[in-house]
């Protein structure tokens, strides 16, 4: 048996009945020696039940010469396989600039488990009497609270004592370190040595969000000189240890993949509202459960299958399909109007607490500590966050209303203005100290929401709304075709009314020809009643050539093409797709299918939406939490996840549909919004 491995149990069971941890470097060999060869510790498993680990074997569970990160029981902080100082993490091994003539650190090609290919890193130690050193490396905010242990291996050359002692920390997010020594474990004869920690080790320490791995070598009462190697350092637990540690923040988690009870049923209802209701219900599981336990914020997605994820980070935009999905669901009778004020209250209280800029929100924040994870604002994600604090405090009147409408004070979208294009930046990045370079120029994409938010709330002005290309200017020779139309003039600004034509019918096109940019704005907008001869036309049109294009010219199943999440493995990429000939760039076309937008089509082709909506539920692409993201043809391949984003385009429109626009009434109804119906109302898309 590893004599290392043994050791580690044994002064975990001294300090239980000790009740305190035992000197630095306590040995352990000779009471290891009266032991039997296997050892086994219990501990209880995720699910509740016990899994039985063979602690002089941990490494075992990965045969020999694999590398550990083929096995889910264990997150690799780092096998330094990669030839880089850099951790399986993405963080960089450090050493302080004061530190650098006691400790150098170097890669060798000597691996640990034998591979061939594998390497270790070797420390280069020179210290005076009783000094001390030590190298990190940073953690990025790693989650492991439901490992059972640290596990790494170390070495000392052959016939070159090491006559130092070793210790190895955690940090964690609030600054508290826990140091451990192991030096009796390191130099215990023969190659490479195990050390198994049990994170119990470790009291006091917050796993949930671990920020530094460190390792300290201190010299005896004289100066010393020697090299330590160490490898294969990782956490190990349960079947999926990296999820687990995750999925433990949240109020639940799905533990079905797919349900083909659940897509009989509601095959076999044929009452449209009713099939409706229920998909509605399903959908506000993914609010009610995936939201984190502290912070009340949603997580920005659920994956299951054999590779499950949950995100332990959240967006403006998230958090608006949260609030707006929990009007929604009081409006749809889901939930009480106590629950629904309940939850929002949690949320509007977690709002106030996250660092802003300028009274804006920064595009990605931790729903679990609540950090900022880059500091970069997003324009188009703050208007819609500010689009549902509207929309909440028309349907929450009092103090919930006062709460949303001292949020959305803050908010000045003349921020985001450029005065020589007069269109919006994508955003302002504090790294940079400067607005992006790149804007939303065009009408017709999701950001025309937050345009006429903006104008409403009197933070930009009129005019902004012409100068918003209806096409893309006619000298930008690499657009998609050559548009047609004429200058108009409006509140003193000439433009150009311009559209593209498929066929004989005449559209004005998106950035991208996604479903998506046409129809979203329609959650919270009247464009139907309020813009007839403008956008309302035109997104019917859109929706109809999206649906001819899939069903007609493609030979696809089904229709409705728009970014969506594809996975690959244990990985997984949000893209953008579209029809290219509908946007002035234009997306990529892959024969992937996303359920949103045929919800969001209820606003403008109902017959149509519904009957795709049925054929959708033929294919394994319904679950728990109801639709998943996305399904490719002709494999028929699904991506088993669940966005946030889209479940607020399923069950938002859903609302809308049941309850005679709902959401669009809280929003018009708000004086931001009654200001700019005229906007709406003056626009003829293709008039003569």
Known sequence: MKQLLGKAVLFFVATCFLGAFPPAGLAASKIQKQKTEEIFVQQIGPAGGEASFDIGRVYDIVPAGKSLRTSTQFKVVDDFNTGELKNSLGGAWIINKWEKKKVHLDLKKEDARNSKSGASLWARINLRRKERTTFKTSLEKLDMSAAYYLVFKCRTPPLVPFKGRVRVSLTDWTGKIVERDVT?????????????????????????????????????????????????????????????????????????????????????????????????????????????????????????????????????TNIAMDLMG????????????????????????????????????????????????????????????????????????????????AILKRFHFQEFLDPGTNHLALGYDLDRQGLTSYHY?????????????????????????????????????????????????????????????????????????????????TMVIHEKEFAPKGLGLNDKIATELHRDYALKEKKYPVWGISPAAIADGRRWQYEEFGIKKLGTKGYQDRGVITPHVSFLALETLPKDALKNIRKLLTFDIYGEYGFYDSISFPSKKVNPQYLALDQGMVLIPIANYLKKGVIQEYFHKDLTSKRVKELLEQEDFFGN
Request: net charge neutral; with cysteine.
């Open 441 to 521: 120029g065009m009408l017709v994409t999701e950001a025309r929401a937050m345009s006429l938010f903006g104008i409403g709330k009197g933070d930009l002005p009129k005019e902004h709304w012409w100068y918003l290309y209806r096409t893309a200017p006619e000298v930008w020779e690499w657009q998609t075709q050559k548009p047609q139309g004429k200058m108009v003039e409006r509140d003193r600004v000439s433009y150009f009314q311009g559209y593209y034509k498929e066929g004989e019918q005449k559209f004005v096109p998106s950035w991208g020809g996604s479903l998506f940019e046409f129809l979203m704005p």
């Open 184 to 316: 009796g474990a390191c130099l215990e004869e023969g190659e490479w040595n195990e050390v198994v920690l049990p994170t119990s080790f470790f009291m006091g320490i917050d796993f949930n969000q671990l920020k530094y791995l460190s390792f300290s070598v201190i010299a005896p009462d004289r100066n010393m000189a020697g090299k330590l190697g160490l490898d294969e350092i990782a956490f190990v637990g349960g079947p999926e240890v990296g999820f687990e540690s995750v999925e433990d923040n949240f109020v639940g988690f799905p533990r079905s993949i797919t349900n083909k009870n659940r897509r009989r049923e509601l095959l076999a209802t044929n009452n449209d509202e009713k099939l409706l209701l229920e998909i509605a219900k399903d959908t506000w599981k993914y609010f009610k459960n995936a939201t984190d336990k502290r912070s009340h914020l949603i997580s920005d997605h659920f994956k299951v299958g054999d590779f499950p994820m949950a995100a332990t980070y959240t967006s403006p």
């Open 326 to 405: 929990t009007v929604a669901a009081k409006e749809l009778e889901i939930i009480t109007p106590d629950e629904a004020a309940r939850r929002i209250r949690n949320t509007l209280r977690t709002l106030r607490k996250l660092d802003a800029w300028k009274g804006f929100f920064f595009n990605f924040y931790e729903t679990t500590r609540l950090g900022v994870s880059r500091r970069f604002v997003s324009s188009v994600d703050n208007g819609w966050l500010a689009i549902a604090l509207v929309v909440v405090r028309q349907a929450f009147p009092g103090d919930i209303a006062r709460e949303a409408t």
